[in-house]
């Protein structure tokens, strides 16, 4: 077993979980600026496990809300906004791991880092003991954060946005992926596509971190729709 140092040891405390495989909490501090073995996979899992366990969490705390609200209020939990507030309350950016042409360009406050490194987190303990603990890592995190119905006044972003409006059209959820990543390691641009099989629909944003990328190709799906609809 790898030894870990004291900034690991008190993640797990703060994360309130101690890896049985300590490389998975290694590989999800770990930027593709730094190495090849880094956190981006992880970070696609985390993603997928935190939108789960928010829902969950939604559906217990606010059991009156309707589907499109719950929505809504589960996209102002699951933002970069608030993943980087919430990586910042784990002191995530002291243990790191950076280029250093990231290091210099000031990687560790950088909030799609932030925001990403926490979900490959969430991914990292979802592999190490399964998702009944990945679930417990996210109560925790939101433990402190308030959840009300007005949540739901926010302003939808396209993601959002496009979700409900095939939701409503009886239509499955929209597919992201990463196409193509360009740029120096510490200022890539990530080319996402965003899918609609059902509609043989594709359309293609992109954006300094995958989930701008995402953002940006959903917009643009959203107009194909709208044209469409006209």
Do not use: W
Not at 13 to 35: C, G, N, P
């Amino acid at each position: 077993m790898q030894a870990l140092t004291d900034g690991l040891i008190q993640l797990q405390a703060r994360l309130k979980h101690s890896f049985a495989d300590v490389t998975l909490l290694q590989r999800a501090l770990t930027h593709r600026s730094f190495s090849a073995d880094h956190n981006e996979r992880l970070e696609f899992l985390g993603d997928a496990v935190l939108n789960l366990a928010v829902a969950h969490l939604l559906f217990t705390q606010l059991s009156d809300l309707p589907e499109g609200d719950l929505s809504r209020v589960r996209a102002n939990l699951v933002k970069q906004e608030t993943l980087h507030q919430l990586a910042l309350g784990l002191d995530v950016a002291s243990v790191l791991r950076l280029g250093e042409g990231e290091m210099r360009s000031g990687g560790q406050k950088r909030p799609s880092i932030l925001a990403d490194t926490l979900e490959a987190l969430i991914g990292a303990v979802y592999l190490d003991a399964g998702y009944l603990a990945a679930q417990n890592l996210v109560q925790v995190l939101f433990e402190n954060v308030e959840i009300n119905p007005q949540m739901q006044a926010a302003e939808k972003d396209p993601k959002t946005e496009l979700q409900e409006l095939l939701q409503g059209r009886k239509l499955q959820l929209p597919q992201y992926s990463v196409v193509a990543t360009s740029g120096a390691a510490h200022r890539q641009i990530f080319d996402v596509a965003c899918d609609i099989p059902e509609l043989s629909l594709s359309q293609h944003g992109s954006g300094p971190s995958r989930r701008a990328g995402e953002q940006a190709a959903a917009a643009a799906m959203l107009e194909i729709l709208k044209i469409k609809a006209r």
